[in-house]
């Protein structure tokens, strides 16, 4: 598979994530929560429906870390 940073570059990748690490998540957080957070942050920052939402989503899809 392809990873998120060959997917989004390193730039977009990491304010993503630097979010959702930083601001989201918890210390009992576990990967569905990390999905859920970066999406959201991803809709924050990009838009819904955009590109880059959707290839967060496809990758934790591909990983198989889901949504519960």
Known sequence: GVSIIERL???KAG???FI???QRLM???NFSDARREAIDVC???YGYNSQEC???QLSFDEVKILEF
């Open 43 to 45: 809709f924050m920052l």
């Open 27 to 29: 210390e009992l957080s």
């Open 20 to 22: 959702t690490l930083t």
């Open 54 to 56: 959707n290839d967060v």
């Open 9 to 11: 570059g390193p730039e």
């Open 15 to 17: 304010k993503i994530f």
